[in-house]
T-cell receptor, first 112, second 112 residues
Framework: AQSVTQPDIHITVSEGASLELRCNYS??????LFWYVQSPGQGLQLLLK??????LVQGIKGFEAEFKRSQSSFNLRKPSVHWSDAAEYFC??????????FGAGTRLTVKP | NAGVTQTPKFRILKIGQSMTLQCAQD?????MYWYRQDPGMGLKLIYY???????DKGEVPNGYNVSRSTTEDFPLRLELAAPSQTSVYFC???????????FGPGTRLTVL
């Protein structure tokens, strides 16, 4: 069955430190891959997406993600975290034309 | 553009009551989606629509119904509310299946 795993439920980093949020998927073909961010009480906002081509994709707010087919991973990274990055982050996989499966999310806390 | 709007923001229902969650988008998107978000579970797709007059089930459709009489509107109907339907409901829309989904602010529903 198709699934998306975000192993870290909660991560705390210091402001200015680097960040990596993990995402692994289980799917037979190369899926469409997404990272969304959700601030408290808000809907989801797309950070970046991968469909094909260059496996390192750049997104908004200084985020990037790398698709690694051999590891079935699509980890999100940011070199220097800002306090405003505190939010919940969701990895998602488009498994066919209309269905999208989300991971359970990783909550990011940023320490001053 | 208002984007994707949802009403109401909050609602408390008694078991067995019915209600309709409203969703509208002004971006002329063909695709619209309803998700529910439970704590620690990520988002799960309830129903989706690829255009006016066309709807289909997602991952968790039981207990819900939808209609899509216009491009703009995609209401979600709960006929006999149950405590298991306590959740936050998000509506989303996209131009096509492989484009970014734009999310509404959500409706927090509690069934007592």
């Amino acid at each position: 069955a198709q699934s998306v795993t975000q192993p870290d439920i909660h991560i705390t980093v210091s402001e200015g430190a680097s960040l990596e949020l993990r995402c692994n998927y289980s799917y037979g073909a190369t899926p469409y891959l997404f990272w969304y961010v959700q601030s408290p009480g808000q809907g989801l906002q797309l950070l970046l997406k991968y469909f094909s081509g260059d496996t390192l994709v750049q997104g908004i707010k200084g985020f990037e993600a790398e698709f690694k087919r051999s590891q079935s991973s699509f980890n999100l990274r940011k070199p220097s975290v800002h306090w405003s990055d505190a939010a919940e982050y969701f990895c998602a996989v488009g498994i066919n034309n209309n269905d999208m499966r989300f991971g359970a999310g990783t909550r990011l806390t940023v320490k001053p | 553009n208002a984007g994707v709007t949802q009403t109401p923001k909050f609602r408390i229902l008694k078991i067995g009551q019915s209600m309709t969650l409203q969703c509208a988008q002004d971006m002329n998107h063909n695709y619209m989606y309803w998700y529910r978000q439970d704590p620690g579970m990520g988002l799960k797709l309830i129903y989706y629509s690829v255009g006016a007059g066309i709807t289909d089930k997602g991952e968790v459709p039981n207990g819900y119904n939808v209609s899509r009489s216009t491009t703009e509107d995609f209401p979600l109907r709960l006929e006999l509310a149950a405590p298991s339907q306590t959740s936050v409901y998000f509506c989303a829309s996209s131009y096509s299946s492989d484009n970014e989904q734009f999310f509404g602010p959500g409706t927090r529903l509690t069934v007592l």
